[in-house]
């Protein structure tokens, strides 16, 4: 089993930054592949970025060259640095963390964060 929380979140003023972090507990994180979504209100969840065991990095369209996803498998952590904020941006972010046993981006086994508020406004 695993146990993910992010935290990181709040109030930024477009065109700053924030760091968030999701701290995951259990003896599987290094093998599992781990990223970060966003859901705002009344629209879907979407995944934001994305790394997997091996480091292999992916992210949205819409956040290229902004954010950036890494992982610190010593300390079970993953973070996303968020720079050049902008108010589409403002949502839930959720840390996610995926396992399985036959490919590096389909699971057997998921595991969700409760979610942390990033707002971005003048």
């Known amino acids: 089993q695993l146990q993910v929380a992010e935290s990181g979140g709040g109030l930024v003023q477009p065109g700053g930054s924030l760091k968030l972090s999701c701290a995951a507990s259990?003896?599987?994180?290094?093998?599992?592949?781990v990223g970060w979504y966003r859901q705002a209100p009344g629209k879907q969840r979407e995944l934001v970025a994305a790394?997997?065991?091996?480091?292999?990095?992916k992210y949205a369209d819409s956040v290229k060259g902004r954010f950036t996803i890494s992982r610190d498998n010593a300390k079970s952590m993953v973070y996303l640095q968020m720079n050049n904020l902008e108010p589409e941006d403002t949502s839930v972010y959720y840390c996610?963390?995926?396992?399985?046993?036959?490919?590096?981006?389909?699971?057997?086994?998921?595991?969700w964060g409760q979610g942390t508020q990033v707002t971005v406004s003048s």
């Open positions: 996610h963390a995926g396992l399985s046993f036959y490919s590096d981006w389909d699971f057997e086994f998921e595991y």
């Open positions: 259990g003896d599987i994180f290094s093998h599992c592949a």
């Open positions: 790394i997997s065991s091996s480091g292999t990095m």
